[in-house]
């Protein structure tokens, strides 16, 4: 069974935001919903399992054979409640990227 998504210490976010940062565009017009559907997209499978694995604290074992709509609800819940797809643009403005 697969948990639901949780706020994450920082170390945390961090490994889940530089597993998606080179899908998430530097411009996008459209919901949140969206944005992370273009990213579900183009993370290969094992990106996507690192990532579920990290945003709900389940082992690899437990979600893959979870329902897959489940996954895919608890990644978009878990980027959206870590604020991982505005860390580009923090970093942008803290000049890091």
């Known amino acids: 069974?697969?948990?639901?998504?949780?706020k994450l210490p920082l170390y945390e976010?961090?490994?889940v935001y530089f597993l998606v940062d080179?899908?998430?565009?530097?411009?996008?017009e459209g919901t949140l919903y969206d944005l992370s559907h273009e990213i579900f997209e183009?993370?290969?499978p094992n990106e996507f399992?690192?990532?579920?694995c990290l945003l709900t604290s389940t082992s690899p074992d437990a979600i893959i054979p979870a329902d897959?709509?489940?996954c895919y609800v608890?990644?978009?819940t878990g980027l959206e409640i870590n604020n991982?797809?505005?860390m580009k643009d923090l970093f942008r403005k803290l000049g890091f990227i």
Do not use: H, Q, W
């Open 49 to 52: 399992l690192e990532c579920v």
């Open 74 to 76: 608890e990644f978009t």
């Open 22 to 28: 080179r899908y998430i565009p530097d411009k996008f």
């Open 1 to 6: 069974m697969i948990n639901s998504a949780k």
């Open 42 to 44: 183009k993370l290969s």
């Open 13 to 15: 976010c961090l490994e």
């Open 84 to 86: 991982i797809l505005a």
């Open 68 to 70: 897959g709509l489940s």
